[in-house]
């Protein structure tokens, strides 16, 4: 009898997303955190694409090397952080976004940069992110 691969389900993509999104913003390479972790970059780029499933004991070594928390990389969040947080963290380059106004020491340029973010959500039209993305990939 032939073993079944499992195939990945929506939790497995959601996951790979969080793990790259983490890597991303602490600005390591897959191969990094592959090596941090003790597996090949190759694993890596499988996990944040969600072909392969993660095994328990690497998604500890990943929360680890990723300075997060298993619950975190699984989408779980403490009571009430969402409400403090608001939706939309899960999305590209939220974290990056979120560390580099952290490293912005200044009180005046900080609200300055919260008054652009507010002023371009809420003039931006619907349809925009798809035009985004098709900038990126080209």
Same mark, same amino acid.
């Given at each position: 009898?032939?073993?079944?691969?499992?195939?990945?389900?929506?939790?497995?993509?959601?996951?790979?997303?969080?793990?790259?999104?983490?890597?991303?913003?602490?600005?390591?390479?897959?191969?990094?955190?592959?090596?941090?972790?003790?597996?090949?970059?190759?694993?890596?780029?499988?996990?944040?694409?969600?072909?392969?499933?993660?095994?328990? !004991?690497? /998604?500890? +070594?990943? @929360?680890?090397?990723?300075?997060?928390? #298993?619950?975190? %990389? $699984?989408?779980?969040?403490?009571?009430?952080?969402?409400?403090?947080?608001?939706?939309?963290?899960?999305?590209?380059?939220?974290? !990056?976004? /979120?560390? +580099?106004? @952290?490293?912005?020491?200044?009180?005046? #340029?900080?609200? %300055? $940069?919260?008054?652009?973010?507010?002023?371009?959500?809420?003039?931006?039209?619907?349809?925009?992110?798809?035009?985004?993305?098709? !900038?990126?990939?080209?």
């Amino acid at each position: 009898m032939v073993a079944l691969r499992c195939p990945t389900e929506p939790f497995d993509v959601a996951l790979g997303a969080r793990v790259r999104e983490r890597r991303l913003g602490l600005q390591l390479t897959q191969q990094a955190l592959a090596s941090a972790v003790g597996i090949k970059y190759q694993q890596v780029q499988k996990y944040e694409g969600g072909l392969n499933r993660v095994h328990p !004991a690497e /998604l500890l +070594a990943l @929360a680890s090397a990723l300075q997060t928390t #298993v619950a975190e %990389l $699984v989408g779980e969040r403490p009571p009430g952080v969402l409400d403090v947080m608001g939706d939309g963290w899960d999305k590209p380059d939220s974290l !990056a976004l /979120l560390n +580099a106004f @952290a490293r912005i020491e200044s009180a005046d #340029v900080r609200r %300055l $940069v919260v008054g652009i973010a507010s002023a371009m959500a809420a003039e931006a039209p619907s349809g925009l992110e798809g035009e985004a993305d098709a !900038a990126e990939e080209a």
